[in-house]
């Protein structure tokens, strides 16, 4: 399909023709510039794709329980039950709690590894160098 306009000091023309991998372009002829505007190439996701970035994402979510919990914070602050730093502090608190509960040691060290080291930390069950 081609047209052709009279545009101000220059001539008009648009074109669309389909390309060698089936998606179509326009071309914008201008005195200038030409332009020319493709198609873009989408990707529709399987269903086993799908399923997998849903598992992902769910993976990556509180529990049912904490769900509640942040919800029903979230509720009395909005309801001026408490007012909402109070709330973003019980909030932030409660998921640091909850992550060092997960990982109760830091730098994941174990505490058997702690005791085979020996009081000087360095290897020495008795103390002495």
Known sequence: ??????SGGGELTRTTEATEGGGRTATL???FVTAQF?????????RDELGSAARGARSMLPSRSSMLFYGGLAVTAAVGAIEWPVAAAIGVGSALAS?????????GRTPEAAETRGPA?????????
């Open 29 to 31: 002829n201008l005195p």
């Open 99 to 107: 992550r060092r509960a997960a990982d109760p040691a830091p730098g």
């Open 121 to 129: 930390g360095n290897g020495n069950r008795t103390g002495k160098v």
């Open 38 to 46: 493709r198609m873009p190439d989408l990707h529709v996701p399987s």
């Open 1 to 6: 399909m081609a047209g052709r306009a009279r």
